[in-house]
């Protein structure tokens, strides 16, 4: 079967997390692993499985461009700000996994047919792509006015790039609660727990509602559940939903799938495979438009 080729730009941890899911593709050929550090982790790894290996950079893909048509950027949002001008004039797909958040914000849950003509999309957050699916649930179901977020993950699961990004991970993820979920309005919060042993991503989604129905939310997040768990096996409702007059609150517990990361860091593995999951529906896309373009 046919397969369009890929680059992951960042050889850090979600970078490695995602050669691990792109090896299993139908649809997506991994071709090359580029980095800054010859020494990476992550490198050494690719260099392992045969892949490309370069590390120079975004120049890689300036020096190399036919080794991709997707490339998926894991790096930070500061360098992504740079290496999305780049692969726009190169006329690459970018999977952005930063929250620089220089295309639409996309969740593989969420699913329209809108941002398939863009060349540049946002994965948003770890917290986003948890909780945000729950907020749209809930807002199809009873028009949410208010939606606040709280993402609580192991300090071991928060390397270097995840705190550097702090600041833009409440800014993204609260405009993701609005733009993807559909709340009038939203708040994201964060929180590192150093307990011992580590714990698994636990999410709290609280929504003031203005047509409430409880039968109707409750059916509606059971659906949005089961949407995650096709590419999320371990995304599950940590108890029943509860409703207090006009509120609703949702607690989700996220279980890694062990490919790279420890699984209690199903905060990075949930954005690798919904990074994975969108990148697959384009490549789809782009394969029915080569066999109308064949024939």
Known sequence: MAK?????????????????????????????????????????????????????????IKQNPEIADIVFDATSAKSHVRHAKVLEELGKLAIDLT??????????????????????????????QATIPIVQAINSAADVRYAEIVATISSKSAGPGTRANIDEFTITTRRGIEEVGGADKGKALIILNPAEPPILM???????????????????????????????????????????GDRVTVFIEVEGAGDYFPVYAGNLDIMTAAATRIAEDFAISMLEKQNVNSV
């Open 4 to 60: 369009i080729k890929a680059a992951i730009i960042g050889s850090g941890n979600i970078g490695t997390d995602l050669m691990y899911k792109l090896e299993r593709s139908k649809v997506i050929e991994l071709t090359a692993m580029i980095g800054i550090d010859p020494e990476s982790e992550g490198l050494k790894r690719a260099r392992q499985k045969g892949y490309l290996v370069f590390d120079n950079g975004i120049e890689a």
């Open 99 to 128: 929250p620089a958040a220089r295309g639409p914000f996309v969740s593989p849950a969420v699913k329209t047919d809108a941002y398939m003509e863009e060349k540049n999309v946002n994965m948003i957050t770890c917290g986003g």
């Open 202 to 244: 636990r999410d709290t989604i609280y929504c003031e509602v203005k047509n409430m129905d409880k039968d109707k939310i409750i059916n509606s997040i059971e659906k949005m559940i089961e949407k995650v768990k096709q590419y999320v096996p371990g995304y599950r409702l940590k108890q029943e939903p509860l409703f207090d």
